[in-house]
C-alpha cells in the first residue's frame, strides 16, 4: 500500500494549485482519503476529506471556498485544487487513506492507516 503526493511548488499569493494523490496497492474507493498539512514549527492539521466514493466531504474552516477535493477512482487519485492560496497555507502537505467503507472521512490523523510522503507548498507574500 503506497500513496504518492505530487504537486506542491512555490507560487504568489492569490496563486492556485492542484495537489495529486496517486494510491497503489489498494482499491481507492474502499479508502477516505484526507490531505493534512504542517506547517514550520506548528502541529499537522486536516485540511480536507472525501469519503471512498467521493460523496461526503469535509474542507477546514478556514479553507471553505477556497480548496476542493476530488476523486478519479479508476485512476487511483485523489485531487486538492488550492486557490487564492495565502501565505499561512505554507506547509508540508500529506494524503492520508483510512479504510472506511461507512460513506463518510474523518478530519482525525489516528483514523488513517496508511501516510504518502508529503508535497512542499510555498506562498510567497
Known amino acids: 500500500v503506497q500513496l504518492q503526493a505530487s504537486g506542491g511548488g512555490l507560487v504568489q499569493t492569490g496563486g492556485s494549485l492542484t495537489l495529486s494523490c496517486v494510491a497503489s496497492?489498494?482499491?481507492?474507493?474502499?479508502?477516505?482519503i484526507g490531505w493534512f498539512r504542517q506547517a514550520p514549527g506548528k502541529e499537522r492539521e486536516g485540511v480536507s476529506c472525501?469519503?471512498?466514493?467521493?460523496?461526503?466531504?469535509w474542507y477546514r474552516q478556514s479553507e471553505k471556498g477556497r480548496f476542493t477535493i476530488s476523486r478519479d477512482n479508476a485512476k487511483n487519485t485523489v485531487y486538492l485544487r488550492m486557490n487564492s492560496l495565502k501565505p499561512e497555507d505554507t506547509a508540508i502537505y500529506y494524503c492520508?487513506?483510512?479504510?472506511?467503507?461507512?460513506?463518510?472521512?474523518?478530519?482525525?490523523?489516528?483514523?488513517?492507516?496508511?501516510w504518502g510522503q508529503g508535497t512542499q507548498v510555498t506562498v510567497s507574500s
Open positions: 492520508a487513506a483510512d479504510l472506511n467503507r461507512y460513506g463518510y472521512c474523518s478530519a482525525l490523523e489516528p483514523r488513517y492507516e496508511y
Open positions: 496497492g489498494f482499491a481507492l474507493d474502499d479508502y477516505a
Open positions: 472525501s469519503s471512498g466514493s467521493g460523496g461526503s466531504t
